[in-house]
């Protein structure tokens, strides 16, 4: 399993999400990601999720 960073801003650019999880894939932290955001409600925030080498895997402004 790898560790993903999932983080989301406001317009201003203040983030309001910052949390990192586990996933054995890109496209399933793709999906986990998208997930979560849903979950609290910020998918329509901008958002991004990196991998552990910085590659963007979900990005949304």
Known sequence: M??????????TGKKILDETFEAESDEQAKTLGEQKLEEKGLSDKTHRCTSPSGTLVLFHI
Do not use: D, S
């Open 2 to 11: 790898k560790a993903y960073k999932l983080t989301a801003f406001e317009a």
